[in-house]
């Protein structure tokens, strides 16, 4: 196996390993989490526009990720500079900006709840303005590469 084959198939596994990640996280942790606070707050459902904001955050990531799989899928068949690169490349940058929304979606929801009930929501905000950075990190690199993509192709 070569370099270039090798190191593909490292990112490869570690996308998959990574998918399998919020696979679980979707499966057994936030339904975990939603009957934990049913349990101790009966009738209450403030936690279920949370809830559908991580399982939209989960699920555009996991588009995400399939789509970086297939990305990887084209450099191993030396495809790197093609016009389907661009569209994974293109639908990565639109998954990173939803979920920049999502997570917003979030931190109003905390900041407009935490008003209300007088919690103190600073510590997950600041987690959603991390995460916020992070995924803006992302978009920029992807849309960096994505200009560079569309010059070579124009050529």
């Not at 990574?18 to 696979?23: E, F, K, Q, T």
């Not at 009957?35 to 588009?63: H, K, M, N």
């Not at 999502?102 to 919690?119: G, N, Q």
Request: aromatic share 10%.
């Amino acid at each position: 196996m070569n370099v270039k084959l090798g190191s593909t198939f490292f990112l490869k596994v570690v996308t998959l390993l990574i998918g399998i990640a919020v696979l679980a996280v979707c499966i057994f942790l936030l339904p975990e989490a939603a009957r934990r606070d049913s349990i101790v707050r009966p009738g209450d459902y403030s936690i279920y526009p949370l809830l559908i904001c991580a399982y939209g955050v989960c699920i555009t990531f996991s588009v995400a990720l399939y789509q970086a799989f297939k990305l990887l899928s084209y450099i191993d068949k030396n495809n790197a500079f093609s016009e389907l690169s661009l569209k994974s490349l293109k639908v990565i940058k639109k998954c990173s900006f939803t979920i920049i929304f999502l997570i917003l979606l979030v931190i109003v929801y905390l900041r407009v709840y935490a008003m209300f009930t007088s919690d103190d929501a600073a510590g997950p905000i600041a987690l959603g303005l991390m995460g916020i950075f992070a995924t803006a990190i992302i978009a920029a690199i992807v849309d960096v590469l994505q200009k560079a993509l569309k010059n070579i192709l124009e050529k």
